[in-house]
């Protein structure tokens, strides 16, 4: 006892006061230079499409880092998109941040050009190469499936093997807004071929549009339908966590849409607009997208599960994105798919 007593005594005197009273490392997205000044603008408004339950922790851990509070303001992608324009029309600047998937329908002239440090750890494709947004989650489309219906030992490779299913055919559904999908099959295919997959899928499968992707993940963990080509994968992988009989697997082409983040070229508090863009983009920031469930865009980062990249196997990625123009395009473009399946 007397031994033991002595070692810790002798172990405790080998701490100086500085040691015992060390303060943990900053994160390593806090940018010394400018915290001084973005705590001195003392707050930082975010608007988004991401829901407050996923939000707020991570925004509450921005706040205890900086001290710099943060208003959040939640809203659809369109909503938000035509709130800043007409904020911008009106002189009104309200807003710092904006995450969305929304950011490049925003007018370029609107969009600061930022170089948050962090992002350098980010995948080109991840990242505008004007340097006016940054990814910060990645919804990756795939085919899902309900388990208890659909029994395939070696899922289809690619779009077109998924054609081969005749099987699946009047049991198929699509969000009715899947037109970032119909562009990366024609990317992947190429006009022609790609125009006449995708009239075969709709004339022979006749998928029944859902409205919205999460509507659609619950309708295939419930049997309501059995297979769809596309749907984000963070959502399956929800449905599943619950008990759903659901599951994904990595066909060609991959569509990704990215939650991007964007700061205001005529930001009220423009260096607190750069340390939140950091931080998103940062290692600890990308954890706590991954935290509640959305999948990170830095490899160094683990998703929730742990194989739910990996899984995908060796597929083609196409990150989609659109000018206001070309979302229009796209869009009409597949709803006249659907009006006419």
């Known amino acids: 006892m007397f031994r033991l007593c002595l070692a810790l005594a002798l172990s405790g005197a080998a701490l100086s006061p500085a040691a015992l009273h060390a ?20 707050t930082l408004t975010v608007y988004s499409s991401v829901n407050e339950q996923e939000a707020l922790p991570l925004w ?18 369109s909503a938000l998109t035509s709130r800043i324009l007409i904020e911008a029309r009106t002189g009104q600047q309200s807003w710092d941040a904006l ?35 940054y990814g910060v989650y990645a919804n990756y489309n795939t085919p899902a499936y309900n388990t208890q219906k659909v029994k395939i030992d070696k899922p289809p490779k690619d779009f077109e093997e998924f054609l081969v299913h005749k099987e699946w055919a009047g049991h198929v559904a699509i969000d009715a807004m899947e037109f970032p999908w119909l562009r990366a099959v024609i990317a992947h295919y190429g006009e022609d071929k790609g125009s006449r997959l995708i009239g075969r899928f709709f004339e022979e499968f006749r998928p ?24 984000y994968v963070n959502l399956t992988n929800n449905v599943a966590s619950t008990g759903g009989p659901t599951d994904y697997w990595g066909q060609d082409p991959v569509a990704v849409i990215l939650g991007q983040v964007t700061t205001n070229v005529k930001a009220p508090h423009p260096r607190a607009a750069l340390l939140a863009a950091n931080f998103l983009v940062s290692k600890e920031g990308q ?10 865009v830095r490899s160094d980062v683990p998703p929730v599960p742990a194989n739910a990249i990996a899984k995908l196997g060796d597929v083609k990625i196409y990150p989609i994105d659109f000018t206001p ?16 399946r």
């Open 23 to 42: 303060q943990p490392a900053p994160p390593s997205w806090i940018m010394p230079d400018i915290l001084g000044a973005a705590k001195a603008e003392g």
């Open 60 to 77: 509450k851990e921005f706040e205890e880092a900086t001290g710099i509070k943060v208003n959040y303001i939640r809203g659809n992608d």
């Open 99 to 133: 995450v969305t998937t929304n950011v490049t329908r925003l007018p370029a002239p609107l969009r600061a050009k930022i170089e948050p440090p962090q992002a350098s750890a980010l995948n080109p494709k991840f990242q505008d190469a004007g340097k006016t947004w």
């Open 208 to 231: 029944s549009p859902v409205d919205g992707h999460l509507a659609l993940a619950r309708a295939i963990g419930a049997g309501e339908y059995w297979v769809t080509p596309s749907n």
């Open 287 to 296: 954890t706590a997208v991954s935290r509640v469930g959305r999948l990170p």
């Open 325 to 340: 123009d070309e979302e229009k395009t796209w869009q009409k473009r597949f709803q006249d798919l659907i009006r006419g």
